[in-house]
């Protein structure tokens, strides 16, 4: 399963980490992707990372705002944004992507992270 | 990027219809389309895989079909349950983007 960090309520200009912690499986064999979803909006993909090497794909909207990284030690992927805005406040999920028994699907969702920017 | 386009958006119907929705892609995508279900406040949960296959444990009442640009995703008769929001996604290059959703409401 993954494990998200709670409710995340920052200030426009503050920094953000958002924690993903998975278990019950290798961590370090299979992609992490992280999907943003605005309040009553669709889901949007803003990239994977794989464990094993810290390799990363970001969505090119996303690309150079956040930042995604692992800490193989402890099982966590983490989420990172600087210089937040308030069109960031959305719900944050973290995925698990398999190729190998769901061809790059994301079989297990955490639970999701809800942002909140207001001043 | 490929981009994903599902049709309807919004789809009013009973329990007991069968209902069709529909994702195209912007290229050719090979099989590599899932299909999402979300409920509102969840998390979305993977129903199908490489366009036709069943996650475990998903009832058999949902089908894919499809490849290279168009796809479709059945529900054979509805269930209370399947009242949602449906996703489209392709895997096949990234970004892995995905369709803008179809909100399945009761008639």
């Known amino acids: 399963q993954l494990v998200q960090s709670g409710v995340q309520v920052k200030k426009p200009g503050e920094s953000l980490k958002i924690s993903c912690e998975a278990s019950?499986?290798?961590?370090?064999?299979?992609?992490i992707g992280w999907v943003r979803q605005m309040p009553g909006k669709g889901l949007e993909w803003i990239g994977i990372i794989y464990p094993g090497d810290s390799d990363t794909r970001y969505s090119p909207p996303f690309q150079g705002q956040v930042t995604l990284s692992v800490d193989k030690s402890i099982s966590t992927a983490y989420l990172q944004c600087s210089s937040l805005k308030a069109s960031d406040t959305a719900m944050y999920y973290c995925?698990?992507?398999?190729?190998?028994?769901?061809?790059?699907?994301?079989?297990?969702w955490g639970q999701g992270t809800m942002l909140i920017v207001s001043s | 990027d490929i981009q994903m386009t599902q049709s309807p958006s919004s789809l009013s119907a009973s329990v007991g219809d069968r209902v069709t929705i529909t994702c195209r892609a912007s290229?050719?995508?090979?099989?590599?389309l899932n299909w999402y279900q979300q409920k509102a406040g969840k998390a979305p949960k993977l129903l199908i895989y490489g366009a036709s296959n069943l996650k475990g444990g998903v009832p058999s009442r949902f089908s894919g079909s499809g490849s290279g640009t168009d796809f479709t995703l059945t529900i054979s008769s509805l269930q209370p349950e399947d009242f949602a929001t449906y996703y489209c996604?392709?895997?096949?290059?990234?970004?892995?983007?995905f369709g803008q959703g179809t909100n399945l409401e009761i008639k």
């Open positions: 995925a698990r992507q398999a190729y190998d028994t769901s061809r790059d699907a994301f079989d297990i």
């Open positions: 019950g499986y290798r961590f370090t064999n299979y992609w």
């Open positions: 996604q392709q895997s096949s290059s990234t970004p892995h983007t």
């Open positions: 290229q050719s995508i090979g099989s590599f």
